[in-house]
Structure formats: structure tokens, C-alpha cells
């Protein structure tokens, strides 16, 4: 059974920094892609950042430069360094992994709030 584990939310004031992680049960780092999902209120759940198992990174428009993704195979885990955080990027931000196989997992999601 797959789980996704993020802790890591929080409160912060504008132009803030906040690194997210998501630690992964298993072994699951192969052929996959793993991202970073969040839901404001009142909106839509959107990609954030995504990250392929060969290395390739994608990001919305909006996070651009103050976000990046990554991982380490080693724990596990994967990230998302956010930088320079807007009051828009408040949110439940939520772990998600696609296996090759057709696994589709999330995590329970973590809130961050940003204050201006």
C-alpha cells in the first residue's frame, strides 16, 4: 500500500520562504511522475509543479521561478522550495504520485496560508 506523508504547511507572512516534502512509502521512485497539486478556497485543485523520474520539471505559469521541485531517491522524498510566497498562494497543497503500473496516489494535503 502506498502512502504519501506531508507535513510542512504553515503560516507565514508574504515573501516568505517554505519547503514542502513528501515522504513516499516503498521504494517507488522508477518509472513515475510525481507532483504538487493545491486547492484554494473557492477554486479548482491545480498542477503546481510536476517532476518525471527522468528529470523533467513543468511548472504553472504563476510559480515560475519562486517554486522548484525535486527529489531524493535516497529518503524517499520529494519537495517543492517555495520562495517569494504571494497571499495567492495560499492553499492546500497536495502530494500526488503516478506509477507506470497505474497507481494514482495522493497525500492528505497540507495548508499553507499566506498573510500579506
Known amino acids: 500500500q502506498v502512502q504519501l506523508v506531508e507535513p510542512g504547511g504553515g503560516l507565514l507572512q508574504s515573501g516568505g520562504p517554505l519547503r514542502l516534502s513528501c515522504a513516499a512509502s516503498?521504494?517507488?521512485?522508477?518509472?513515475?511522475?510525481m507532483g504538487w497539486y493545491r486547492q484554494a478556497p473557492g477554486k479548482q485543485r491545480e498542477m503546481v509543479a510536476a517532476?518525471?523520474?527522468?528529470?523533467?520539471?513543468n511548472y504553472i505559469e504563476p510559480v515560475k521561478g519562486r517554486f522548484t521541485i525535486y527529489r531524493d531517491n535516497v529518503k524517499n522524498t520529494m519537495y517543492l522550495q517555495m520562495n517569494r510566497l504571494k497571499p495567492e498562494d495560499t492553499a492546500v497543497y497536495y502530494c500526488?504520485?503516478?506509477?507506470?503500473?497505474?497507481?494514482?496516489?495522493w497525500g492528505k494535503g497540507t495548508l499553507v496560508t499566506v498573510s500579506s
Open positions: 500526488h504520485l503516478l506509477l507506470s503500473s497505474g497507481g494514482n496516489y
Open positions: 517532476l518525471t523520474s527522468g528529470g523533467s520539471t
Open positions: 516503498g521504494s517507488l521512485f522508477g518509472n513515475n511522475i
